[in-house]
């Protein structure tokens, strides 16, 4: 528990933007894949993007194009950018690693899109 805390969510209009944080320790960050994971109401958890330790990336249709993950070396945090926004992008967001290990996950971060 607390191995990865999640920060930055929010209230956006359609078509805006927020940046999201996932901050971790050095250990997990070094050597393992991170993933942002999303769960909105009635629907199944949703693995939208992901950053290898080399920094390669990878995202789910439903945000490809829309969100960019990236990482900071320095601070051990990993950020999904997202714009624009979409009201079914309205879910609570989760990091874990990739594959997720039940015992990383946190509180989240809600981001309710909504005008």
């Known amino acids: 528990q607390g191995q990865l805390v999640e920060s930055g969510g929010g209230l956006v209009r359609p078509g805006g933007s927020l940046k999201i944080s996932c901050a971790t320790s050095?250990?997990?960050?070094?050597?393992?894949?991170v993933g942002w994971y999303r769960k909105a109401p009635g629907k199944q958890r949703e693995l939208v993007a992901i950053v290898d330790s080399s920094g390669s990336t990878t995202y789910a249709d439903s945000v490809k194009g829309r969100f960019t993950i990236s990482r900071d070396s320095a601070k051990n945090t990993v950020y999904l950018q997202m714009n624009p926004l979409k009201p079914e992008d309205t879910a609570v967001y989760y990091c874990?690693?990739?594959?997720?290990?039940?015992?990383?996950w946190g509180q989240g971060t809600q981001v309710t899109v909504s005008s």
């Open positions: 874990n690693l990739v594959p997720f290990l039940n015992d990383y």
């Open positions: 050095r250990s997990i960050f070094r050597f393992n894949a």
